[in-house]
């Protein structure tokens, strides 16, 4: 019963049998390997264009990786007050960028509103040399309350943002999680939208460590500089197909589709199963793998008891995480404990 | 017969054995799982001392995080002129240090003479507002010919360097190759001199990505400050039992040892073979895993029509490199190639 | 009727008296110079304690120097939304702190509510590493709406912020227009409360570009990583005498007092005329030498009308500063106009 | 007999006048003033071409700006082993470059050697990914040795730096004591031989606190972020007009090259008399206003105890300085005291 994070979760089996796989004699090193080159032609495959990726190994990393070439390190970048990028990466965007601004917008449910957007894009100004001028905005698909955007709010944030010049990152650490939700294409969910750069994030969902920084774009003539920024940051990892076999495996036979299927799953039965009991209500929409619920102190202490692991969060909820190997027993057996 | 690069080689089959034996339910993240906690035990045992440890996959990211605890941005760090933070890091020291001085020393074989360290120490003050102050020196063990510093060579650089009050940083991606070159301890190449930080490297050396940088003594305070800026530089993986487990396995049973004796002895024999035909000489002397000659360009062409591979050195030397699964009929085809 | 900002205002006489009787002979370079040595002298008796002193010669540099020694690169400062060092300083504590990031808290009248404060301390943990500790709380005396903290409301803020380990800055470009509106003593502001640094600006009150930089208490330990952020970043002037002099003028005689209180009340007598009439409502409390005020369209447009410069605020107000230069006549002519 | 530096001279008194004169009722801020922009029209009709200038108030600030917008953080930026930018600036370069590498090159009087420039720029590549390539050539004019570059040597070094991608930078502390030696125009010194961006320091030939860091050609496209730099450095003055007033008097009239001309004739008596002497000799050919000698330890005991005061400098030679005020009378002094 341990739903602390995603990240706690093992690899999938397949995942190891890639890297054995890839452990046959020698091949080139910092990238130039044949596995690198094709998970690149998979990407550009599954997303139906021309395309620039970046292999890593966390997504912090990625993230701050791909808002290094986005923003100058005199501007700012425009994200919800509880991204993960603001919150929980220790700095690594205005390390990565050299100092750029995070500017937090509240919002329910980790969404940043429109008007809101719009609010700060008219109180900050582009050419005002006294202002650091917004120039980025991120979003996180799924976002921090584990809710998607729908396509018709990526609209209504990416339309303005790019009216006013900006370009858009997503952080995409549970990215397959919200694509199977909204059932759409990668294409529809990101580049055709007016996505710039993708931080699509495999280390969650059943690889090891693995993360793609993706450019669409006008966006890929900036990969050269994605790479000099990736090496500087000592990311460029010597045995590049280590990190290339990960995603390799997991975009085959869209095995990262399946294991996103399944952790949503595993998190809409815990989220129906809890939310049914007397004392126990959501404190966000569930979207994908992650459940944050308020509950009763002694519905608390009864999962605790039964040793089911989850994080209490700041805002007093409780958080779950599915990953892609929680089973339906460690689900049912969850929703026993906190029946009583 | 490649002898481009140890980082073109495979993993031994025991790390990737240990990879599939870590793959085994959930784990605490990002370092609090016990086989983290098992890597640092091996290792104090291996050193002789307590010690902090902190993991991370690649030997630039080593390098450039241990020196981020030991230089302000505004401070200097001393290191030969052709050392790997110095020329292939792409300025990942000066970024991680936000923007301290790496100020070169040349020297034959890549070494530091102790003359023009303390050239250098007596030239550069400590305490003038105007001039960034040397706090440390860095030293590779092998180095970038090749070569290892012996014990009193060691001595007679980290001495002033401590008397000058800096701290002593050693970039040992080819520690272990070094390590038994000399036939010391762990303890008496490092800290028992006066290192105070040393990046261990096992990437070049059989494992997938896997590198630990080491505190000893008072520089053990600095390990809270170390965490948050490696959580900060992104290499602070949510996964990060993958990485222990290389470790793991690497240092089990003298692997470690093991593997950098059989790349040593590849090297050695190399080195003897090529530099007994008539046209070739070497260019350093092969200390551990690194062959650097010059050799007549009809011998270099029958090599490179044989296929085997090694890079041209900006000095106009060519450098082949051994690892732990160089074998020795590799290394009897291109002494055969090379002799026509 | 130039009402733009107080620096569109010349330098006092006095000042410029000061800077010619400095320049005779020769004098040591960097801060050495005596005048120098005066000012620092005059700051500890003015604030009743041991201190030290640095001088630059913009409130940006200032505050951002001030910042550096206070906050790590990966670190929190918390500071008000509207502050000067968050939206008028093209990021400069950024860029001097190494990029540390700026948390903004939103407040009426440009004032952080002590709630907020302590919501957002309890929100973001000090020690945990994912997430940048916050270290400083900064404060503007004068806000950025012309508003001066009441003694209480320093102790509100000043106190939980202490209790969680921050230091305290004060952002004092209009400091002296707020001493003179408490009626207290400048140790009652600053140290006495637990001000850790103050950034002292004499630039908007009569000097030509002279800011001090003042630590007090165990702040004062830090002041040889002062100097050296200082020359770092260019702003220790070789002929620092010069900058020094225009201090030491300002503060002899209580010259800066009484031209502060000169400001202030050609702002009340501003804020009184304009908001006696129909169609003008003050938008923000007139505490020092700022009025805020709505105000309808045609009485703007007779202001512009007659030639009164003044700023639209991004609220949707109207900005008029009074300097020590501004005579009531100027004021009374506003009037006038805004009347009809 | 003050011959310590240039920098403690005090301004002349028409510059002062001219702050006096610019002391006259609201003037815009932020360099929108009047004063500022016949400074621009006096330096382009002076340099024969249009371009863009920059004010700030020290020689460590404007050599920092020029480099952030001449070299990323990911860069190298070539210069003489004792530049001013290497070894005096506390690191402001890497600071304001966000980490850029200053690569040193040894060579007599200060000067680089045209083979030594080359077979840097063959041993560090401009498109090798781990590498931090070569992107800027900084010269200084006189240099730290007090030697002028003669135009051939320029075009020696300007030539290959150019020819190898690099952009030019010359730092002119003592840039109108060098002009006036080699006797050409402002032009020929600078932008027809390659130079794109001049640091054309004042402050140490007559001025308070005054610096122009001009544009050349191409790089003036690169204005708009050199002001943001300088905001975001906080080295955009509020009340600029009083930086530009000094430059405003000093170009008057030609008074920098009166300045220059009378500062170098005092040194070249100078180094004329003490050379003429036993025991005294050149350390530098004196090309401009400041004197190196070897001399010895009796002769440099006459001069202390007859209170004239010089430096030591690191490689053993003593320095004198003179200024535009040094009076024949001192020089007559000191040579009569080293005589004894």
Not at 46 to 75: H, K, R, Y
Request: net charge negative.
């Amino acid at each position: 019963m341990n739903f602390l994070s995603d990240t706690t979760a093992p690899a999938h089996p397949l995942v190891l049998k890639a890297l054995a796989d890839a452990n046959d004699g020698f091949a080139p090193s910092y990238g130039a390997d044949p596995i690198t080159a094709r998970v690149r032609s998979r990407l550009a495959d599954l997303f139906e264009t021309d395309l620039e990726v970046l292999l890593t190994t966390s997504g912090t990393a990625a993230n701050a990786l791909a808002l290094s070439i986005l923003s100058g390190p005199d501007e700012t970048i425009i994200c919800h007050d509880e991204a993960h990028i603001h919150r929980d990466e220790r700095g690594a965007p205005e390390f990565f960028t050299g100092g750029a601004k995070l500017l937090p917008i509240k919002g329910a449910n980790a969404k940043i509103a429109p008007a809101d957007l719009k609010a700060v894009l008219a109180e900050w100004p582009q050419d005002f040399v006294h202002t650091p001028p917004p120039r980025v905005l991120s979003l996180s698909q799924l976002n921090e309350s584990g809710c998607a955007y729908a396509l018709a709010e990526l609209d209504a944030l990416i339309g303005p943002a790019k009216a006013a010049g900006l370009a858009v990152h997503m952080d995409g650490a549970r990215f397959s999680n919200a694509l199977v939700r909204l059932g759409c294409s990668p294409a529809d969910m990101t580049w055709r939208r007016g996505v710039d750069v993708l931080c699509l994030g495999a280390t969650k969902n059943g690889a090891m460590a693995a993360e793609a920084v993706i450019l669409f774009g006008a966006a890929k003539a900036r990969f050269a500089r994605l790479q000099a920024r990736q090496k500087r940051a000592g990311h460029m990892l010597p045995k590049m197909r280590y990190v290339a076999a990960q995603l390799d495996a997991w975009l085959a036979g869209d095995m990262w589709l399946t294991l996103a299927r399944d952790a949503n799953a595993a998190a809409a039965a815990l989220a129906q199963g809890l939310s049914a009991l007397d004392g126990v209500e959501l404190a966000q929409p569930c979207d994908g793998n992650e459940v944050f619920v308020r509950m009763d102190a002694d519905i608390a202490g009864r999962l605790q008891d039964a040793g089911a692991g989850f994080y209490a969060w700041p805002d007093g909820s409780a958080r779950f995480v599915a990953s892609w190997c929680t089973g339906i027993d460690d689900v049912e057996a969850a929703i026993a404990a906190a029946r009583g």
